[in-house]
């Protein structure tokens, strides 16, 4: 007789709209809050507590502020919203086209 071993997937939850924060620090991207302008669409991975001390992870829908998009700029160290990377390396738009950045 054989026997199985019960391999079946972790149940799964449909996303969750959060509706007008960030998915990443919880700050309102409301119209009128400061932070709507910069907003983008964003989803993101929450691990959640469930019943017995489960952990469960679920998706959420809703939206980055402009501080959760920033990076550093790994030339001048100045926080950014528009950069490019470029060999790896994130670049923010001045240090694109300031000589003494470039890459040989």
């Known amino acids: 007789m054989q026997t199985t071993t019960d391999t ?16 990443y620090c919880g700050t309102s991207v409301a119209f009128g809050d ?21 952990n469960f992870t679920i998706e959420v829908d809703g939206y ?15 926080p950014v919203i528009d950069y490019e990377i470029v060999d790896g390396l994130i670049k ?5 086209f300031n000589p003494a950045t470039y890459n040989d």
């Open 34 to 54: 400061g932070h709507y302008v910069d907003r983008i669409g964003a989803d993101a991975y929450w691990t959640v507590v469930g019943p017995l001390g489960k």
């Open 8 to 23: 079946a997937d972790p149940p799964s939850f449909p996303s969750i709209d959060v509706g007008e924060i960030c998915c």
């Open 64 to 78: 980055m502020c402009a501080d959760c998009q920033c990076e550093d700029c790994e030339f001048c160290g100045e």
């Open 92 to 96: 923010c738009i001045d240090c694109q």
